[in-house]
């Protein structure tokens, strides 16, 4: 089974402070997800790649950062983190058929739930 | 564009009756749907999927969903609910022309209560 990690299943961090989510995946997928999931909203694309060295910019991207250095890691940045900040963030990875289609089935991490105070 | 509703935040049934969680969707082209489910502190798991073979998809755990077009819905169901079934579940839809910046438009969640 595929199997995404995410560091952290809690983290309570400062205001202002630089925060690093850390994502892995173990089954070679090409695409790696950030969400944000709070009640009422449902999950909000934050960003996305689609292969190594590659983002793009999801829905809400403000405030956030990410980086793809390695094929089975991708790390989520608050630059300076805010109290709106303050949510549960999930990590996400599928495999990508070909180029045509990029929805294919998402494997979920456990969650992170980021409180700043 | 392409949107999704799920009707009800909250769904309460007795261990052992019909589930149903609605959800009606929009889309410009033959759209991808998906049901997936959160268990409380676990990350989301894919229960079925629909993309454009039988409108009756079965999924795991028991559950299934139909698609009908006529009335832009796909609505969730389980013959017999089980107290595991307690979760949030989230109805997706995809037709890869906007929604989300992946393409994917996630429902706001129904939060299923199992009274035992």
């Known amino acids: 089974d595929v199997k995404v990690t995410q560091s952290s299943r809690y983290l309570v961090k400062r205001t202002g402070e630089k925060v690093f989510l850390e994502c892995v995946q173990d089954m070679d997928h090409e695409n790696m997800f950030w969400y944000r999931q709070d009640p009422g909203l449902g999950l909000r694309l934050i960003y996305f790649?689609?292969?190594?060295?590659?983002?793009e910019k999801g829905d809400i991207p403000e405030g956030y950062s990410v980086s793809r250095e390695k094929k089975e890691r991708f790390s989520l940045i608050l630059e300076s983190a805010s109290t709106n900040q303050t949510s549960m963030y999930l990590c996400a990875s599928s495999f990508r058929k070909d180029i045509f289609t990029r929805n294919e089935k998402l494997f979920f991490g456990s969650g992170t739930q980021l409180s700043v105070l | 564009a392409q949107s999704v509703t799920q009707l009800d935040s909250h769904v309460s049934v007795s261990e052992g009756t019909p589930v149903l969680l609605r959800c009606n969707y929009s889309s410009s082209y033959s759209p991808s749907l998906f049901w997936y489910v959160q268990h409380p502190n676990k990350g989301l798991q894919l229960l079925l999927k629909?993309?454009?073979?039988?409108?009756l998809v079965k999924g795991i755990n028991g559950f299934e969903a139909e698609f009908k077009k006529s009335e832009t819905s796909f609505h969730l169901t389980k013959p017999s609910a089980h107290m595991s079934d307690a979760a949030e579940y989230f109805c997706?839809?995809?037709?890869?022309?906007?929604?989300?910046?992946?393409?994917?438009?996630f429902g706001k969640g129904t939060h299923l209560i199992i009274q035992p």
């Open positions: 790649s689609y292969d190594v060295k590659m983002k």
């Open positions: 629909y993309t454009s073979a039988a409108t």
């Open positions: 997706v839809v995809s037709d890869q022309s906007g929604g989300g910046a992946d393409g994917l438009t």
